[in-house]
């Protein structure tokens, strides 16, 4: 059974980059897409960016000027980097796999999720 | 500002059912497949639906999703005070390139 954990740094500085980092355990890396989510409190949910199976990446353009996605594939680990962090970051961020392809339309969604991680920015 | 609208919230009885709707667009619902989630606040949200109307094999048949042109719905019948929890649809747009979450639904049993 694959599970995801997630980790990085809880609390932040406005204008520090935020960064974690997700492990997949217990199944195949390198054959799905990945990506990351986040839910600020009180708000709904996010989809941020993915790397896909081939290595390339996409960003939500609301985001895009800030954010990373990267992959480790010998660790089956990939990670988020977010600059200039301001209190608007502050949210629950998960990491989780994609399963995505074309069929008669795009399917896409995200079957495994990790735990989430809380990050707060302070001003 | 989700592209994807819910009603903020429902409510049933226990044993009765719920139908949480989702609108979108051609961007997006009509020319995609749609997901569906629950999230219970401070745990991982869980899939429940995939492909408009597949269930992983670990989600009860009480759950069942359908989708009809630019609108996706996701039904719970035996509705159980365990199901409480925020529900969010999820789908591709194209027009955004990006995957885009519905405005969620906090599901009540009364």
């Known amino acids: 059974q694959v599970q995801l954990q997630q980790w990085g740094a809880g609390l932040l500085k406005a204008s520090e980059t935020l960064s974690l980092t997700c492990a997949v355990y217990?199944?195949?890396?390198?054959?799905?897409?990945w990506s990351w989510i986040r839910q600020p409190p009180g708000k709904g949910l996010e989809w941020m960016a993915e790397?896909?199976?081939?290595?390339?990446?996409s960003y939500n353009p609301s985001l895009k000027s800030r954010v990373t996605i990267s992959r480790d594939t010998p660790k089956k680990q990939f990670s988020l980097r977010l600059s200039s962090v301001t209190a608007a970051d502050t949210a629950v961020y998960y990491c989780?796999?994609?399963?995505?392809?074309?069929?008669?339309?795009?399917?896409?969604?995200?079957?495994?999720w990790g735990k989430g991680t809380t990050v707060t920015v302070s001003s | 500002q989700s592209v994807l609208t819910q009603p903020p919230s429902v409510s049933a009885a226990p044993g009765q059912k719920v139908t949480i709707a989702c609108s979108g667009s051609t961007s997006n619902i009509e020319n995609n497949y749609v997901s569906w989630y629950q999230h219970l606040p401070g745990t991982a949200p869980k899939l429940l639906i995939y492909d408009n109307d597949k269930r992983p094999s670990e989600i009860p048949d009480r759950f069942s999703g359908s989708k009809s042109g630019t609108s996706a719905t996701l039904d719970i019948t035996g509705l159980q005070t365990g199901d409480e929890a925020d529900f969010y649809c999820g789908t591709w747009d194209r027009r955004l390139s990006v995957y885009v979450f519905g405005t969620g639904t906090k599901v009540t049993v009364l």
């Open positions: 217990g199944g195949s890396f390198s054959g799905y897409s």
């Open positions: 989780a796999r994609v399963t995505s392809g074309i069929s008669l339309y795009h399917y896409y969604y995200m079957d495994v």
């Open positions: 790397i896909n199976y081939g290595g390339s990446a």
